[in-house]
C-alpha cells in the first residue's frame, strides 16, 4: 500500500470526504461561505482606498457610498486569501480577493465588478 502523507490512499480518501462533508476547507480549496466577521471588516477597512484603486483602474466611475463586508470565503495558500462579497451601495455589490500573509499585512490581488448580492462567491 502506498502512504500519503502516512495514510493508505484509502484513509487520506476517507478523510477528504470526511473534510468535504464536513464544510472543513481543505489545503488550496475554499470552505463554505460565511457572515463576515470582526476579523473580515477590520481587512475590509484595510484595503478600501486600495479596492476603489483596482475598480477605477478597471475602468469604473464611481465612488464607494459604503463599503460593507456582508459574506466572506478563505482559502489557504502561503497565507490566506479572503474571498469577500462587498456592498459599496444600497444595491451594489462587489467581490474582493484579499491576501493576507502569515506577518499579517493584507492587500487586494483580485476584484469583481457588478455583482449582486444574490451572486454567490467563487474562487477568481
Known amino acids: 500500500l502506498k502512504l500519503v502523507n502516512g495514510l493508505t490512499r484509502r484513509q487520506a480518501q ?3 470526504t470526511m473534510a468535504m462533508v464536513c464544510g472543513a476547507p481543505m489545503p488550496g480549496g475554499t470552505g463554505d461561505a460565511k457572515d463576515a466577521d470582526e476579523e473580515v471588516h477590520t481587512i475590509c477597512a484595510g484595503v478600501k482606498d486600495a479596492t ?9 466611475n464611481g465612488l464607494f457610498t459604503e463599503f460593507t463586508a456582508l459574506k466572506y470565503k478563505t482559502q489557504v495558500v502561503a497565507g490566506i486569501n479572503y474571498f469577500i462579497k462587498v456592498r459599496i451601495g444600497e444595491t451594489k455589490h462587489i467581490h474582493i480577493r484579499v491576501f493576507k500573509g502569515f506577518d499579517g499585512n493584507a492587500a487586494v490581488h483580485g476584484l469583481q465588478l457588478d455583482k449582486g448580492e444574490a451572486d454567490e462567491i467563487e474562487y477568481f
Do not use: D, F, V
Request: glycine letters at 24%; zero cysteines.
Open 52 to 60: 476603489l484603486a483596482a475598480a477605477q483602474g478597471k475602468g469604473w
Open 14 to 16: 476517507g478523510s477528504q
